[in-house]
């Protein structure tokens, strides 16, 4: 277990120094091969509406006229070891890992996606606990009493809950829970190192909202593992021997039904740690997710670069997460 | 000019009841709080009057915001709502009154002594500071500080966001002054020669042609002083040494901002603002509908933006009558128009574009707006709060808004089009209102017989690639282009220049898509940089906007305004005419 762990930790380097290549390839090398030359290159990285001498301090801070891989180089080393940009009166540091400096707002992207970063986290672990308990909960409950009003009723709940959009639910949440009734009003984000309580009733209705639509997938992925699990022959065995039902169902049952779930919950929190993009921008939580809204209206390539790579970083980690938590949970599993 | 204001953010206002007082709140003088009539309340109060005026202090303001600023440092920024925060932590050379009505669009001293003494035939604007006004470290205020703010603005590079007057009108060096991170030529950071600092509170400007409206000019923010030992160049936005009533306590990059009041700011030194509030808060990058539903519930005070609430809440207020009489809908500053192509055929015969001017449906265009609440109709280019406004109807657009076929047919006669002819139209296709503005205007020319096609592009390249280039709209036939346009300051000049001077006109980015070169029009605005009599000057607004509707060079559609809500707890609210929203200046909370 441990080589496998070191074995895959040392992929994932690797994967991530592919992602970054290819990121890099995406926003420097695809529009050259495009045509574009490095003025036009430099429009980009401004935002709109820039002025001729914003475009040419960018195409010369950038060293777009040097050859790629010399860009593919400082690059990497400024992810790895930082940059410097100029301020005017000096320059700025932009601490590693520096996936660039936003020239349309004048500073780094990094310490601002690091500020995002708790808000999404915050939003992301909490609902992803919500949704995981509630979901597989109702799910086993559903397969078990498979045809009851109770699975009727929990499953029409979650095809509304798949159905309906986050900015309906959201808004709608917002509407009576917020304003007509303020029992949670003016949902601002409140760190949990300055009061735990405000940070968590501030959160409590994005973090419902969210887990609504996950819960939903959840209850059905799981009714429909377990109900095909609950059918297998060694959970007849199980019986057969006089174990317990409770450990029946959840030691043999749960167990096996869980492999599904995880490989998605694995998916699942590691795009959100992305950004909840639309359950940010509904409740105003300035998250990854409202970053990289505002980063593409802004037209800010650097911000969006910064994003790709984080969410990117994400994904992988949650993918290793998971590859690991499957030995754990399935005996069988070894690598 | 050209001021940018965000789009599709919630404003709102402040509380309804009146009681008049003379008010003398926070120690200023009553220049800023002109009486206002007892007893005044409801729908539009603020927009004339005083609405709760107070000299209570405390209490937190909070201004919610559905983007980010463009910079909040003051050399940096060209929107609206920002020019009138930015009186919050700063204090330029000039400033608008703080007062509701007319009177709110007159430039006054801030900085300044007074305004600029004019002399050398114009081309010498000596203004006078303040010899006791510190920023916030207690440190005295010098002219020096104010000349290098203004230097600053030439780095174009480092501060893109910003006007650009001062490099089009001082002389000297200016030219070719590059600012002062990268001017070698002076080691105290002082080489622009176009501004000369005689002693610590007086500052020369010298032009290099004439320009009447340079007090204007001075009211931008980018002449609030800035220390250059305390300059961080590209920081500065995180932390600008303030000089006015409040100052930076915090600042989370286009997250939150938190003013608190300056101990060092002096009332008697500043009489257009006040300090009453304890804090004042920005957050920043809300979605706009929170920002409404937030002022209705009264979690926040202000919409930053000050442009209007969204459709949502517009209905809500408006069919809610305690809502209605806490909500005001003043004129925004900007009009919505579609520029009329002069140079081509046969747009370049102007009985064809009267065509247009008479066939136009304004009702119609008002309705893309949203009805009499998002605009009133224009019969003329001018908005009514612009210096100079004087009211006429050349083509009936009030007594006959639904347009008059026979007459826009009599045209076509007249410029031997009789069954009509085919142009293009170009409109900005993410601004869902001009989308619509540009369908009721096709189906109105339509029954004339004018045959159009809709040609949609993004706002961000509108300009600069299509609308805005001769070459494109000539080799594509386009014939009449969505535009609009406020002043960067509320004057004729301020506001027709960069629409309808011929020198305007410019191969990319153009703003006079008109492409009108009158020469009337160019005479009387090159006029307007001469004349130092204000009265004569602003004369000259109505005949430039009554040659250039005799033109046809331009179909105005609607004056727009904002519904704005005012915030129940706000003291001391009053529209700002200047700014077509809230004087944030001024504005206090009920503890």
Not at chain 1, 176 to 190: A, D, E, G, Q, R
Not at chain 2, 223 to 246: I, M, R
Request: proline letters at 6%; aromatic letters at 12%.
């Amino acid at each position: 277990m441990i080589t496998f762990i070191i074995r895959r930790l040392i992929g994932t380097v690797f994967l991530l120094i592919v992602v970054s290549m290819i990121t890099f390839a995406i926003f420097f090398l695809l529009p050259r091969l495009a045509g574009q030359n490095t003025y036009q290159l430099a429009t980009q990285y401004v935002g709109r509406n820039p002025t001729r001498e914003a475009i040419l301090q960018v195409e010369q801070q950038l060293g777009l006229a040097d050859p790629l891989y010399l860009q593919y180089g400082r690059f990497l080393r400024s992810i790895v070891l930082g940059a410097h940009y100029n301020s005017g009166t000096g320059s700025t540091y932009c601490p590693p890992p520096c996936f660039g400096y936003s020239f349309r707002s004048q500073q780094p992207v990094w310490p601002q996606m690091v500020s995002d970063l708790p808000v999404t986290i915050s939003l992301a672990i909490g609902a992803s606990v919500l949704w995981l308990v509630g979901g597989v909960s109702i799910g086993v409950i559903s397969a078990l009493r498979r045809g009851s009003f109770f699975d009727r009723f929990s499953m029409g709940v979650a095809l509304a809950g798949v159905s309906l959009p986050i900015f309906f639910t959201g808004l709608i949440a917002l509407e009576l829970f917020s304003y007509k009734w303020p029992i949670f009003p003016n949902v601002t984000y409140v760190s949990f190192t300055t009061n735990p309580l405000l940070w968590a009733r501030n959160l409590v209705l994005p973090w419902i909202v969210l887990a609504f639509l996950y819960a939903a997938l959840y209850a059905r992925l799981t009714r429909a593992g377990m109900l095909e699990t609950m059918s297998e022959d060694y959970i007849r065995t199980a019986r057969a021997k006089g174990l317990p039902e409770r450990t029946v169902i959840v030691k043999h049952g749960l167990r096996s039904a869980l492999t599904p779930i995880v490989t998605i919950f694995g998916m699942d929190l590691g795009l959100l740690l992305g950004g909840a993009i639309i359950t940010e921008v509904t409740f105003s939580l300035h998250g990854l997710g409202l970053f990289t809204v505002m980063a593409i209206q802004n037209q800010d390539l650097p911000e969006i670069l910064g994003v790709t790579m984080l969410a990117a970083f994400f994904i992988v980690i949650a993918n290793l997460v998971v590859d690991i938590f499957y030995a754990v949970l399935d005996p069988r599993v070894r690598y | 000019m050209r001021r940018r204001r965000t789009f599709g953010l919630a404003a709102f206002g402040a509380a309804a009841a009146i009681a008049l007082a003379a008010c003398s709140s926070g120690g200023s003088s009553s220049s800023t709080n002109p009486a206002s009539s007892p007893g005044v309340t409801g729908f539009n109060a603020a927009v004339t009057s005083v609405v709760n005026p107070s000299t209570t202090k405390g209490g937190t303001i909070s201004f919610g915001n559905s983007s980010a600023p463009d910079s909040t440092d003051p050399g940096n920024t060209y929107y609206a709502y920002m020019w009138n925060f930015t009186r919050l932590y700063v204090m330029p050379l000039m400033t608008y009154k703080s007062c509701p009505g007319q009177c709110g669009l007159q430039v006054v001293p801030d900085l300044a002594t007074g305004p600029g003494v004019v002399s050398d035939n114009g081309l010498t604007w000596t203004y006078h500071i303040q010899p006791d006004v510190k920023f916030e470290d207690g440190t005295t205020v010098t002219s020096q500080d104010v000349k290098y703010a203004v230097e600053r603005t030439f780095d174009r590079g480092l501060f893109p966001l910003g006007p650009n007057y001062f490099a089009g009108l001082l002389g000297g060096n200016a030219a070719k002054y590059p600012g002062p991170y990268k001017d070698k030529s002076s080691k105290d950071k002082m080489g622009l020669t176009a501004v000369d600092t005689p002693d610590a509170t007086t500052i020369v400007f010298h032009l290099a042609k004439p320009f009447a409206d340079f007090d204007y000019v001075a009211a931008i923010p980018q002449t609030a002083p800035v220390p250059p030992n305390k300059d961080t160049g590209a920081n500065y936005q995180l932390h600008p040494v303030s000089t006015g009533p409040y100052m930076f306590q915090s600042y989370q990059l286009n997250k939150q901002l938190t003013l608190v009041p300056n101990p060092n700011w002096k009332a008697s030194t500043d009489p257009n603002a006040k300090q009453l509030a304890s804090k004042i808060t920005m957050t920043m990058n809300m979605n706009a509908n929170d920002i409404d539903s937030r002022l209705l519930a009264g979690d926040l005070q202000v919409d930053a933006a000050g442009t209007g609430v969204q459709a949502a809440a517009r209905s809500k207020i408006l069919s809610t009558p305690t809502l209605k009489a806490t909500s005001d809908d003043p004129l925004a500053g900007f009009t919505w128009f579609a520029a009329i192509n002069t140079t081509l055929a046969p747009l370049n015969n102007v009985h064809c574009r009267m065509a247009i001017e008479y066939a136009a449906s304004k009702t119609n265009y008002q309705d893309a707006y949203g009805g009499p609440i998002g605009g009133a109709i224009a019969s003329n280019v001018a908005p009514p709060n612009l210096v100079g406004y004087k009211a006429f109807d050349l083509y009936g657009a009030t007594t006959d808004p639904g347009g008059n076929v026979a007459k826009a047919k009599a045209e076509l006669q007249a410029c031997g089009q009789p069954n009509g002819f085919t142009t293009g139209i170009t409109y900005r296709s993410d601004r869902p209102k001009e989308v619509a503005a540009a369908q009721a205007l096709q189906a109105s020319l339509s029954q004339v017989g004018i045959k159009t096609s809709l040609h949609g592009f993004p706002t961000s390249t509108y300009s600069g690639n299509f609308a805005g280039v001769p070459k494109y709209v000539a080799q594509h036939n386009i014939g009449i282009s969505f535009y609009g346009w406020a002043a960067d300051w509320p004057d004729g000049y301020g506001f027709f220049f960069y629409i309808a001077h011929g020198k305007a006109i410019s191969p990319a980015g153009n703003t006079n898509q008109s492409q009108l070169n009158d020469p009337v029009v160019n005479n009387l605005l090159d006029k307007m940089t001469n004349t130092t009599d204000a009265a004569t000057r602003n004369s000259y607004t109505s005949q430039i906007d009554m040659q250039i509707m005799k033109d046809a060079a331009i179909l105005p559609g609607v004056w727009a305004k904002s519904l704005l809500y005012r915030g129940t707890s706000l003291t001391n609210v009053y529209v700002q005419s200047y700014y077509g929203m809230y004087n944030y200046a001024v504005l206090g909370v009920k503890s």
